[in-house]
C-alpha cells in the first residue's frame, strides 16, 4: 500500500530545502526500520510505499512524524483516463458514505506527457462523482486529489499531521519534565520547531511517591513518540528539598527550588550538549510564574531558557495535551514535590540579588553536584521501548 505525506514549512525553506527534506526522509524511515517500508519525497510530498502487514505502524507514525500538514492512504493506480475515473468514483463513493455532500478535484499533472490537462483530468473525472455530491470549489465537504507521477495517485486528505520542523534541525533541548499538564506540552511545541529533547524529572522520594515518577516516565515515553529517542534523567531531590526547608525563608521555598533546579539542569544541559532549557511556565499562571520570578529563575541559567507556553491559557495547553495524549496522565493525582513543600504566602516579585543571598545561605552545591551524579538514565523510543542506562 501506498502513503503520501504533504510536507508544510518545509516548503518555505529556501537554500538549505535539500537538508532539511533528507532530515525529514532519514526521521521516517528511523520510526519504519525493520519493515521493509520505501520512503521517498519529492515535489513536496513524501510518499511511503509498504506491506499491508504494516499498515499500523506507518498510521502510527505519520500521526507523530513532525513536519508534515495531513497524510493520507492513496489509491494508486494506471495512467489512463479509464483507471482515474474509477480510483476517483471509488474513493468518491466513501466520502458519500461518510457524509459528505459537496465535492471538487484538484488534479495536478508531473508527467506532461500525459494527453490530458489538470483542468480536463478535473472535469473529466467530476463526471460520474456528481451522480453522488454536488460540486463546490470554493468551500466542498472534500477535496479529491489525483497527481499523475510515474503512476497515479489518488486520494483524499483526511488525515491532520504534525506541523513544523523535522525533528533535529534545531539542535537539543534540555526539558524540565514534571507530572502536570504543561511541561509535556511545552516539550511536544520545542519538539515542532525542530528540536531534539532531553528530559530531566526531580524527584522527592519518599514525599514524591513511585507512582508520581511511574506517571513522568509515561510521559517522557509519550514525547518519545515524537521525538523517535529521547532520554529522561530522574535527579533524587529529597536532600535539596530538605535543606530548602531548613535554611530558606518559607516564602521563597518553591522559588529556591526553582532555582536549584535551574542549577542541576545547568549542569545536566552541559553534559548533554543541549543549546537551551525548556520549562512548562507560562506567564502569571502560579505564584512562582510572576514576570519577576521568573527572571528570578532565568538568572540562574547558564543557558536560554525557553519558555515556549509563556503566552498560552490553560485552556489551550489542555487542548495540546489532549492533541499528544498526555491529559489523562498528568491529570493523575500523585502530586509532585513542589505541592508538598509549598509556602502559605509564596513571594511573589522576588529580586535576583536577594535570590543570590538567600541561595549562598543554602550552603547546598555539594548537595546538587551529589544529586546530579546519582541520577537516573532511561533510553525511551518511539517504539515504546524503555532501557536503563548508566552515564
Ligand atoms: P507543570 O504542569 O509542567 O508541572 P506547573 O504549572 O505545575 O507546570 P510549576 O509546578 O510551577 O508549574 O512548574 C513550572 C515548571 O518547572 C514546569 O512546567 C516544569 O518545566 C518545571 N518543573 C516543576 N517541577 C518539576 C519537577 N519536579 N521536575 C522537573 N521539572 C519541574
Ligand atoms: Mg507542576
Keep these: 500500500m501506498t502513503y503520501l505525506a504533504k510536507i508544510g514549512e518545509l516548503t518555505l525553506k529556501g ?18 526500520e525493520g519493515t521493509g517500508a520505501k520512503v521517498s519525497l519529492r515535489a513536496g510530498r513524501l510518499y511511503i510505499e509498504c506491506e499491508d502487514s504494516f499498515q499500523e505502524k506507518v498510521e502510527f507514525t505519520l500521526n507523530h512524524l513532525i513536519g508534515i500538514t495531513g497524510w493520507a492512504k492513496a489509491t494508486v493506480c494506471d495512467k489512463t483516463i479509464e483507471a482515474i475515473n474509477k480510483a476517483v468514483y471509488d474513493l468518491a463513493k466513501l466520502e458519500a458514505e461518510r457524509g459528505c455532500k459537496t465535492f471538487k478535484i484538484d488534479a495536478r499533472r508531473a508527467d506532461k506527457s500525459f494527453p490530458m490537462n489538470s483542468y480536463e483530468i478535473c472535469c473529466e473525472a467530476a463526471g460520474d462523482v456528481e451522480a453522488l455530491m454536488k460540486v463546490d470549489v470554493h468551500k466542498p465537504d472534500t477535496t ?18 504534525c506541523r513544523g520542523l523535522p525533528v533535529g534541525c534545531s539542535g537539543r533541548g534540555l526539558l524540565l519534565l514534571s507530572g502536570g499538564l504543561d511541561s509535556p506540552v511545552a516539550g511536544y511545541r520545542m519538539l515542532r520547531r525542530g528540536m531534539k529533547i532531553e528530559c530531566c524529572y526531580f524527584h522527592s522520594y519518599p514525599y514524591t511517591s513511585e507512582e508520581a515518577k511511574q506517571k513522568v516516565v509515561t510521559l517522557a515515553q509519550k514525547l518519545a513518540y515524537y521525538g523517535i529517542t529521547l532520554y529522561l534523567n530522574v ?3 529529597t536532600d535539596v528539598q530538605m535543606k530548602i526547608k531548613e535554611k530558606a525563608p518559607e516564602a521563597w521555598s518553591t522559588l529556591m527550588l526553582r532555582v536549584c533546579m535551574m542549577k542541576v539542569a545547568n549542569r545536566l544541559a552541559g553534559r548533554c550538549k543541549a543549546k537551551c532549557i525548556i520549562t512548562g511556565e507560562s506567564v502569571g499562571q502560579v505564584a512562582s510564574q510572576t514576570i519577576e520570578n521568573m527572571t528570578v529563575t532565568e538568572h540562574f541559567a547558564e543557558f536560554p531558557l525557553l519558555r515556549p507556553l509563556c503566552g498560552m491559557d490553560k485552556e489551550e495547553i489542555i487542548k495540546d495535551s489532549y492533541f499528544i495524549d498526555t491529559y489523562e ?19 511573589l516579585r522576588g529580586q535576583p540579588e536577594e535570590a543570590e543571598e538567600i541561595y549562598k545561605n543554602l550552603e547546598v552545591d555539594e548537595l546538587i553536584e551529589k544529586s546530579y551524579k546519582e541520577r537516573e538514565i532511561y533510553k525511551l523510543t518511539a517504539c515504546g521501548e524503555i532501557e536503563k542506562k548508566t552515564d
Design 329 to 347: 496522565t498528568s491529570i493523575l493525582p500523585y502530586e509532585d514535590c513542589c505541592v508538598l513543600f509549598s509556602p502559605r504566602h509564596p513571594v
Design 235 to 237: 535527579i533524587p531531590f
Design 144 to 161: 479529491i486529489y489525483v497527481e499523475v507521477r510515474e503512476k497515479t495517485f489518488v486520494y483524499v486528505d483526511s488525515n491532520v499531521g
Design 15 to 32: 537554500s538549505n530545502l535539500q537538508e532539511f527534506e533528507n532530515l525529514l526522509k532519514h526521521n521516517t524511515a528511523k520510526y519504519l
